[in-house]
T-cell receptor, first 113, second 111 residues
Framework: GAGVSQTPSNKVTEKGKYVELRCDPI?????LYWYRQSLGQGPEFLIY????????DSGLPNDRFFAVRPEGSVSTLKIQRTERGDSAVYLC???????????FGDGTRLSIL | SQQGEEDPQALSIQEGENATMNCSYK?????LQWYRQNSGRGLVHLIL?????REKHSGRLRVTLDTSKKSSSLLITASRAADTASYFC???????????FGEGTQLTVNP
């Protein structure tokens, strides 16, 4: 597709459950980023992939959060034992190289009940 | 952290007027980027200005960068109702590839 695609667009689940959020970046983009955005705030950096490897995962809040990009394209953000505080919009972005403008998806709105 | 801080937090103007938003940051940067976000959507890249540039134009947008004052401004001329959105600046540190966003400026353009 032409842009960054994120699925699902909305996810509602109960506290304690496991969730996976998917990101399809723009074809050919080697850099991929995950952000989390709470209402009224700017995006908060979580993790950056260059190719298949996580070049910077210092934004992941704790070990319940994990992300993979096994083939250097699609990425999955995984959250274990979800908590109500995890509720937010999770945004994915990609760029051709690490120093280029980022192209964002519309995000996944995650609600933990 | 290298967070951009936007000012004002909110701005309301009439269609046709100009809108100016400011951004301050703390340390050395490689470039500074401006993004806009419509409600419920992802961010859209507007313009990138490098640390060795002082001014850049793109259509109705004009961005300035003053590295000595660690500040940038975004000017939108002849605003339209469709410009209503949140605007974020994102300084890019000299090392690493992460962008760090502030809380943004919520711009409302009244028809």
């Amino acid at each position: 597709g032409a842009g960054v695609s994120q699925t699902p667009s909305n996810k509602v689940t109960e506290k304690g459950k496991y969730v996976e959020l998917r990101c399809d970046p723009i074809s050919g983009h080697t850099a991929l980023y995950w952000y989390r955005q709470s209402l009224g705030q700017g995006p908060e950096f979580l993790i950056y992939f260059q190719g298949t490897g996580a070049a910077d995962d210092s934004g992941l809040p704790n070990d319940r959060f994990f992300a993979v990009r096994p083939e250097g394209s699609v990425s999955t953000l995984k959250i274990q034992r979800t908590e109500r505080g995890d509720s937010a919009v999770y945004l994915c972005a990609s760029s051709l190289l690490g120093d280029q403008p980022q192209h964002f998806g519309d995000g996944t709105r995650l609600s933990i009940l | 952290s290298q967070q951009g801080e936007e000012d004002p937090q909110a701005l309301s103007i009439q269609e046709g007027e100009n809108a100016t938003m400011n951004c301050s940051y703390k340390t050395s940067i490689n470039n500074l980027q401006w993004y806009r976000q419509n409600s419920g959507r992802g961010l859209v890249h507007l313009i990138l200005i490098r640390s060795n540039e002082r001014e850049k134009h793109s259509g109705r947008l004009r961005v300035t960068l003053d590295t000595s004052k660690k500040s940038s401004s975004l000017l939108i001329t002849a605003s339209r109702a469709a410009d209503t959105a949140s605007y974020f600046c994102a300084p890019k540190e000299t090392s690493g590839s992460r962008l760090t966003f502030g809380e943004g400026t919520q711009l409302t353009v009244n028809p």
